[in-house]
């Protein structure tokens, strides 16, 4: 009797911090600010097919630090808890529900071997789209993933900050946007090296690392051409 009326109790509480999510959620709209979901591909099981998108999950999920906590956030990120979902330089913000409604931020450390890579992908890369899409040698493919010397942030340049109460260092709210992230990168594999600071024309043969900085947008047409598949409007 004692745990038929906990289990009573544990359901009711659910369904009031759902409702109260949801006010808020329609509260935030009726204000002029209006959350917008990230939209999950529900019939690809591994969420991801692209080099970046899945080369980012694959380096998060190295690290042991992060593996209770992933698993969670992966959850959430395809149930539709995330929404706003930014990528600027260095900065990555979105808002996650929960038990309430979650502002996470996680700042990324820029880059400081930027010279090196280009170095090293010296008459390596042809173009921006083989790039963006992974068209790399085995060589250079190591070197991009290495997991503390690559293009990829390492655990201690990623600060997780987020509003719920939870004390681990990585919540599964930030987890749900950090695979968010990779959902992004699958879309517009262009928004990986803005998150990192660095414009991917300069590891193209023949620019300079002082050449103007390209816009991470990618037309439709080539974002096709890359994965092979209609890419339908936003």
């Known amino acids: 009797m004692i745990s038929e009326r906990m289990a009573w109790h544990s359901d009711e509480s659910h369904r009031e911090q ?15 600010q209006p959350l917008v979901p990230l939209r999950v591909p ?11 998108a899945r080369a980012w999950c694959r ?3 190295s ?29 990555i913000t979105a808002q996650v529900t929960g038990s ?22 010296a008459g390596s890369v042809s173009t921006v789209l083989d790039l963006l899409s992974g068209k790399l040698s085995d060589t250079l493919l190591q070197l991009v993933t290495h997991p503390t010397q690559g293009l990829f942030p390492a655990p201690g340049q990623i600060k997780f900050v987020c509003s719920c109460p939870d004390w681990a260092s990585l919540c599964k709210h930030s987890a749900a946007v950090l695979y968010g992230v990779a959902v992004r990168f699958e879309a517009d594999p262009a928004l990986f090296f803005l998150l990192r600071g660095i414009d991917p024309a300069q590891f193209v043969a023949g620019q300079s690392l002082g050449a103007p900085p390209a ?15 209609d890419i339908p409007p936003p």
């Open 100 to 121: 309430d409604l979650y502002d996470v931020r996680i700042p990324v450390e820029p880059m400081e071997n930027v010279e090196a890579f280009q170095k090293a992908c």
């Open 18 to 32: 759902k409702d109260a999510v949801a006010a808020k959620l329609q509260r935030l709209s009726a204000s002029g």
């Open 42 to 52: 529900t019939k690809n099981p591994k969420l991801v097919s692209s080099f970046w």
């Open 215 to 229: 816009s991470h947008e990618i037309p439709e047409e080539d974002l096709s051409s890359i994965f092979g598949i």
């Open 63 to 91: 690290y042991h630090d992060y593996e209770t906590r992933l698993p969670r956030g992966r959850s959430y990120l395809r149930n539709g808890h995330v929404y706003n979902l930014e990528i600027e330089p260095g900065l």
């Open 59 to 61: 380096h998060l999920e």
